[in-house]
C-alpha cells in the first residue's frame, strides 16, 4: 500500500464510515477525534501520490475542514492550484476552504476580494455543477449572498433545465438561513 494513492484513499473512505459508526456508538471524544485524524491524513497520503485526482482532493480538503483545520485545509487547495492552475476542482475547493475558513464577515479585505476574484474566474470557466454546488453549500453557511446570486445566475446559464440553484436560493433566503441542516434535507 505504500505507494498506491488508490488504496489510502480506500482507507481513508473506510476510517469514514467508522467514524460515522463510533459516534453513533457514543465512542470518546478522544478515539473519535484519532481516527477522523487519520482519515485526513490517508486522504493526503492519497492527495500526494495522485495530485491530480480530485476526489482525494475534495477528501483531504473537508476531511481537514470537518477536524477545523480550516487553514491547512486553504494551504492543502492553494498548493494543488499552484500545482495544476488549470484544475477547475483545485480552484473550486480552494474557494471552498478559504470561505470555510472565514468566520463572519472578513477582517482582512485582501482576503474578501481574493475569494470574489476566484470566483469570478471560475464561474467564467464554465465549471461542472458538482464544483457550483460544494462551492454553493461553503457560501449558504457563511450567508455570502452576493455569491449565491453569482452562481445562481451562471447555473441557469450553464444548466437551463437544472433549476436546484434558484429553489435553493429561494428556500435559504425565506428560512432566512436559521437552519442550514433542515434545508441541506430539502
Same mark, same amino acid.
Given at each position: 500500500?505504500?505507494?498506491?494513492?488508490?488504496?489510502?484513499?480506500?482507507?481513508?473512505?473506510?476510517?469514514?464510515h467508522?467514524?460515522a459508526?463510533?459516534?453513533?456508538? *457514543?465512542?470518546?471524544s478522544?478515539?473519535? @477525534?484519532?481516527?477522523?485524524?487519520?482519515?485526513?491524513?490517508?486522504?493526503?497520503?492519497?492527495?500526494?501520490?495522485?495530485p491530480?485526482?480530485?476526489?482525494?482532493l475534495?477528501?483531504?480538503v473537508?476531511?481537514?475542514?470537518?477536524?477545523?483545520n480550516?487553514?491547512d485545509?486553504?494551504?492543502?487547495?492553494?498548493?494543488?492550484?499552484?500545482?495544476?492552475?488549470g484544475?477547475?476542482? *483545485?480552484?473550486a475547493?480552494?474557494?471552498?476552504?478559504?470561505e470555510?475558513? !472565514?468566520?463572519?464577515?472578513?477582517?482582512?479585505?485582501?482576503?474578501?476580494?481574493?475569494?470574489?476574484d @476566484?470566483?469570478?474566474?471560475?464561474?467564467?470557466s464554465?465549471?461542472?455543477?458538482s464544483q457550483?454546488?460544494?462551492?454553493?453549500? *461553503?457560501l449558504?453557511?457563511?450567508?455570502?449572498?452576493?455569491?449565491l446570486d453569482?452562481?445562481?445566475? !451562471?447555473a441557469?446559464?450553464?444548466?437551463p433545465?437544472?433549476?436546484?440553484f434558484?429553489? !435553493?436560493?429561494?428556500r435559504?433566503?425565506s428560512?432566512?438561513?436559521?437552519?442550514?441542516?433542515?434545508l441541506?434535507?430539502?
Amino acid at each position: 500500500m505504500p505507494e498506491n494513492g488508490g488504496l489510502h484513499e480506500q482507507r481513508a473512505i473506510l476510517l469514514l464510515h467508522l467514524v460515522a459508526i463510533m459516534k453513533k456508538q *457514543a465512542k470518546g471524544s478522544q478515539q473519535i @477525534r484519532a481516527k477522523e485524524s487519520e482519515e485526513a491524513q490517508e486522504y493526503i497520503r492519497a492527495l500526494e501520490l495522485q495530485p491530480k485526482e480530485d476526489s482525494a482532493l475534495w477528501g483531504a480538503v473537508y476531511a481537514q475542514i470537518n477536524l477545523g483545520n480550516e487553514e491547512d485545509a486553504i494551504d492543502l487547495a492553494r498548493t494543488i492550484t499552484l500545482l495544476q492552475p488549470g484544475s477547475r476542482a *483545485a480552484s473550486a475547493a480552494y474557494i471552498v476552504a478559504l470561505e470555510s475558513g !472565514r468566520k463572519t464577515p472578513w477582517k482582512d479585505p485582501k482576503k474578501e476580494k481574493e475569494v470574489e476574484d @476566484r470566483l469570478k474566474r471560475f464561474l467564467d470557466s464554465s465549471p461542472d455543477e458538482s464544483q457550483l454546488l460544494a462551492i454553493w453549500d *461553503a457560501l449558504i453557511m457563511k450567508n455570502d449572498r452576493d455569491g449565491l446570486d453569482r452562481i445562481a445566475t !451562471r447555473a441557469k446559464r450553464l444548466f437551463p433545465e437544472n433549476s436546484i440553484f434558484e429553489e !435553493r436560493k429561494l428556500r435559504s433566503y425565506s428560512a432566512g438561513l436559521l437552519n442550514y441542516g433542515a434545508l441541506i434535507e430539502c
